[in-house]
């Protein structure tokens, strides 16, 4: 009766052990979200169409796009605006329970990158966002990343998605001290994965530079870029990120930089209108 028992128990171990690896086999997403995009519809309305700078061409649905955040409102706008159908990488604690968001939400993303006071407003803000920021995540297709053991987890998902023709988007800029127009900084994860697919599949994927304003309503999509290119220079990772976020900084300068934002400019000409119409003229004097 005993060797019943333990080989029963040895089977129930078996069955969850094989449940718990069902629960987090990775599935490339799928390109049709019907509920998530009647949200898109009130997104459209909400970020304007913006003037789209292609010095690509035709875009490669397998690629890299690597591009600035644009603040917390950059990635739903690119979402519903970049030319290409994207899985995205995103902080892992947005994908976790509503404790976990509630609290990446107002630690890191208010008080640390926004500068926010710490308080019942910005708690209560974050507690807001918190409770459907997850929906959201999700129909934008992301998936977590990490910093520790647990990225390699995020490159082989993302290879798949790459072996499915689809384009992977990363937002690498170090936003430690806050969302800059000119970056500083790109984090190598990007450059790993381009690594990891030519290692394994013997293509070199294009990287392409993307720079997107949401106050100009301008999105730059610069010519794609081959790491094995830079790796035969004998450059390495960090040097690599580094050229791309040069990449990405030339086209704010280039596009962005002294274009006027959107509704500005109407808004000086009315002004200079009514300027005109109250100033006293040699007439009236």
């Known amino acids: 009766m005993s060797g019943v028992k ?15 690896k069902k629960q987090k086999e990775f599935k490339v997403p799928n390109r049709k979200k019907p509920i998530f995009n009647i949200v898109r519809c009130f997104l459209r309305l909400r970020y304007k169409k913006p003037q789209i700078i292609n010095l690509a061409g035709d875009i490669e649905d397998r690629s890299i796009v690597v591009v600035n955040h644009s603040g917390k409102n950059g990635p739903p706008a690119l979402d519903i605006r970049y030319p290409k159908f994207t899985v995205k990488w995103g ?36 507690s807001f966002e918190a409770i459907f920021s997850l929906r959201i995540y999700r129909g934008m297709r992301f998936m977590p990343t990490y910093q520790d053991g647990r990225f ?47 290692r394994q599949k013997g293509e070199d994927v294009p990287v392409y530079p993307v720079y997107y304003s949401i106050k100009k309503r301008i999105m730059a999509i610069g010519k ?16 690599i990120a580094q050229r791309y976020c040069d990449a990405v900084n030339q086209l704010y300068f280039d596009y962005v930089q002294n274009a006027p934002e959107k509704g500005k400019k109407n808004k000086k000409k009315k002004g200079a209108e009514r300027a005109d119409a109250v100033a006293p003229t040699a007439e009236n004097k």
């Open 6 to 20: 333990q080989e029963t128990q040895e089977t129930e171990v078996k069955q969850k052990k094989t449940k718990v």
């Open 91 to 126: 902080a892992h604690e947005m994908l976790g329970n509503y404790f976990s968001r509630r609290a990446y939400l107002r630690d890191i993303l208010y008080i640390k990158k926004y500068g926010r006071k710490p308080g019942f407003w910005t708690t209560f803000k974050a």
């Open 152 to 198: 390699a987890t995020t490159l082989r998902n993302s290879v798949k998605v790459l072996d499915a023709n689809m384009s992977v988007m990363v937002y690498p800029e170090n936003s430690n001290e806050g969302y800059k127009d000119v970056l500083t900084e790109f984090f190598p994860g990007f450059v790993m994965l381009a690594e990891k697919y030519y």
């Open 224 to 239: 794609p870029l081959y790491v094995q290119d830079m790796v035969k220079e004998g450059l390495d990772r960090y040097q």
